[in-house]
């Protein structure tokens, strides 16, 4: 359920034009954190239900208890991320308190949406994805 909150929250604060503030990570943390999203969307694209549930938190996979789940999750309520047309990395700000990536996606349809990846660095260091939140598309798409 803070999942949820978290995610309306966020969307309302974009909505409400409260620009977040640039996220202050580390240079390699930045690639880490492309890098874990990069790795998802490839899974997920493949259909691999146990590498895609891989890069989620521990309280992501709690939530969702099995690959299986979670990926019926994914196709049924994220379609821009389960088959992106296009998919533009955009700026790394904090929300809520959380490195948070800003992707734009051009689902299958066309539609242009933006994801909102809050992150989560680990007790090792490595980064998991702990929650996405799809809003309206800010700024133009790179063509």
Do not use: H
Request: charged share 25%.
């Amino acid at each position: 359920m803070s999942r949820l909150l978290r995610g309306w929250s966020a969307i309302l604060i974009i909505i409400a034009g409260i620009a977040p503030a640039k996220a202050e990570v580390a240079p390699q943390d930045r690639d880490a954190i492309r890098a874990v999203i990069e790795g998802q969307l490839e899974a997920i694209r493949r259909d691999d239900d146990v590498k895609a549930f891989s890069f989620a938190s521990p309280q992501i996979q709690t939530t969702f208890k099995d690959p299986a789940t979670f990926m019926a999750m994914v196709r049924g309520g994220y379609l821009p991320v389960y088959r992106p047309r296009e998919v533009e990395f955009r700026e790394l700000v904090e929300l809520r308190g959380q490195p948070t990536q800003v992707v734009l996606l051009v689902g299958p349809d066309n539609d242009v949406v933006t994801a909102y990846y809050f992150m989560q660095k680990q007790p090792d260091g490595v980064w998991r994805i702990d929650g996405c939140v799809l809003g309206p598309a800010r700024g133009d798409r790179a063509t």
